[in-house]
C-alpha cells in the first residue's frame, strides 16, 4: 500500500497558523513580486478567485469581499514544510518527498495494521504539532493514491481527510469519478487527444488498449494505466539531483546601466552557485539572459541570451559570478531598458570526480572558503555574507508589500506570548 499525504492549501494554512483572525475568511497568497494567486483558502475559491488571477485586476474585488492578501513567505513555507516532512518520515522509513507540501509514503509490512487509524492519528499528529492540516490518501499504487487523496480534499465531512481505496468497487467508483484532466501525469496535450477518442475519465482511460496507450502515450503513459488499474508500478523515486539550475528574476524597475545590472548578475550566480554545492555538483556551461519590458510597446525591445562553455568545472560563487558577468558584457546594448535577467548553470559533474585538466583548473583555494561561508550563512541568516560586487543592503529588492513576518526563522519575528 502507498500513502500520498498532501497539505491543504499549504501557503494558506501557513499563513493562518501564526495569525488565526484568518480562519474561515478568504486568503489568497501571491507570487514573486505580488504579480499572481498561487494559493487560495476554500472561502477565496468559493468566491470565484481563479489560479494565477493577475493580482492588480483583482485589487477592487479584494476589497470588496474583504480577502486578505499577502506576499509569499518562502522562508516560512520552507520551514513548516520540514516540520510537517520530519512527522511524516516517522511513519514509514520508506517517503518520497514530492513537493513542499506532498509526501508519498510506502506502507510495507502494514497488512496487520488499522490503516485508516493509524493514517487518522498521522493527521492528528501533524495538525497538533504544527498547526497544519492535511488529507491522506491510501491505495495499492501511487496513481490511485492521488486519486484518494482527492475525495479526501473534497468531502472533508464523509472522509474526516483520510480516505482508503481498499476493494475493487471503491477503485472503479473512485476512477469513473475523476475526470481525465485531473489525472496526475496525464498533461493538458494527452488529456484533448484522449478527449477525442471518447475518454472522459480514469477509468476510461484504464479500459484502453495498451498498445494504443504505448504507441500515443509512450511507455510512461502504460505505466501509468497499469498503476490505475491497481497493478504497481510506480515506485517510490529517490531524490532527483537537478539536471540544471535557473536564479532569475523580474525587476523592481527599469535598468539601463550595465553596472545596476552586473550586481544583480552577481547575484544570481552567487544563488546557483550555492545550489550547486548543496548537491555536491558543479557545472561546465551557464547561460546569461537579460530582456525588456515586453509589455512596454512604446518601449525598444532586445532580449539577448548567451550560452558559454567554461573552462573547467567550478562551483566556486566567485568564478562562476565572474563568467556570467563575461557573458554579460558580450550582449549588453545601451539605450534599452532591462526588466528582467537571470543566469542559469547546466552541463553537471560530481564534485568529487572532476578530472584534473593540463593548463586551467579551478582554484583549489576556493573550496574551503565557499564551504565557511556557506556555513555562516546557514547559521546567521541567508546572504550575510556576500562577494563585493553584490549590493549589501538588500537581498532580492523583490515586490513584497504584504509579507507576513517569518515567525521561525527569523529571531526578532518570533511570537512573544504575555501571560
Known amino acids: 500500500m502507498f500513502a500520498l499525504i498532501d497539505c491543504n492549501n499549504f501557503y494558506v494554512s501557513c499563513e493562518r497558523v501564526f495569525n488565526p483572525k484568518l480562519k474561515a475568511k478568504p486568503v489568497v497568497v501571491l507570487s514573486n513580486n505580488d504579480g499572481c494567486v498561487i494559493a487560495r483558502s476554500n472561502e477565496a475559491k468559493a468566491l470565484g478567485i481563479p489560479m494565477g488571477a493577475p493580482a492588480f485586476k483583482y485589487e477592487n474585488f479584494f476589497e470588496q469581499n474583504k ?20 512527522i511524516v518520515s516517522d511513519h514509514s522509513p520508506e517517503i518520497e518527498i514530492y513537493s513542499i507540501d506532498e ?12 490503516i485508516n487509524a493509524y493514517a487518522c492519528s498521522m493527521r492528528d499528529k501533524v495538525l497538533k504539532w504544527t498547526g497544519i492540516p492535511v488529507s491522506i490518501g491510501i491505495a495499492q499504487t501511487k496513481a490511485l493514491t ?125 544563488s546557483c552557485a550555492e545550489k550547486l554545492r548543496s548537491q ?7 547561460t546569461v539572459f537579460i530582456t525588456t519590458n515586453k509589455h512596454r510597446d512604446d518601449l525598444k525591445q532586445y ?23 563575461l557573458a554579460l558584457e558580450r550582449i549588453f546594448k545601451k539605450d534599452y531598458r532591462y526588466k528582467k535577467a537571470g543566469v542559469i548553470v547546466h552541463d553537471f559533474s560530481g564534485e568529487d ?25 546557514l ?20 515586490k513584497q508589500e504584504k509579507l507576513s513576518p517569518k515567525y521561525t526563522t527569523n529571531l526578532s519575528d518570533i511570537i512573544t506570548v504575555h501571560c
Open 67 to 86: 480577502v486578505y492578501v499577502f506576499s509569499a513567505n518562502f522562508p516560512l513555507y520552507g520551514d513548516m514544510s520540514k516540520r510537517v516532512m520530519t
Open 103 to 114: 509526501a508519498f509514503l510506502k506502507l510495507s509490512g502494514f497488512e496487520r495494521f488499522d
Open 146 to 270: 492521488k486519486i484518494a487523496n482527492s475525495i479526501a480534499k473534497k468531502f472533508p465531512d464523509k472522509t474526516q481527510n483520510v480516505y482508503i481505496i481498499d476493494s475493487e468497487e471503491k477503485k472503479i467508483k473512485a476512477l469513473k469519478w475523476t475526470k481525465i484532466e485531473d489525472v496526475w501525469r496525464i498533461g493538458r496535450q494527452n488529456a484533448k487527444k484522449l478527449n477525442s477518442i471518447g475518454v472522459n475519465n480514469a477509468y476510461d482511460f484504464t479500459l484502453l488498449d495498451s498498445n494504443w496507450v504505448r504507441k500515443n502515450m509512450t511507455v510512461v503513459g502504460l505505466r501509468l494505466q497499469n498503476d490505475l488499474q491497481g497493478l504497481p508500478t510506480l515506485d517510490l523515486e529517490a531524490l532527483q539531483i537537478k539536471k540544471n539550475i535557473a536564479t532569475t528574476r523580474t525587476f523592481e524597475k527599469n535598468y539601463t546601466e550595465i553596472s545596476e545590472l552586473k550586481e544583480r548578475i552577481t547575484t544570481f550566480a552567487v
Open 280 to 286: 555536491k555538483s558543479c557545472c561546465n556551461s551557464l
Open 303 to 325: 532580449s539577448p541570451c548567451i550560452t558559454i562553455k567554461l573552462p573547467f568545472p567550478t562551483n566556486s560563487s566567485i568564478e562562476i559570478a565572474k563568467f556570467a558577468n
Open 353 to 377: 570526480a572532476l578530472q584534473i585538466k593540463l593548463f586551467k583548473n579551478r582554484d583549489e583555494r576556493h573550496l574551503p572558503l565557499m564551504q565557511a561561508i556557506d556555513k555562516l550563512n
Open 379 to 398: 547559521t546567521y541568516g541567508q546572504q550575510k555574507i556576500k562577494l563585493g560586487a553584490q549590493d549589501t543592503k538588500r537581498t532580492w529588492k523583490m
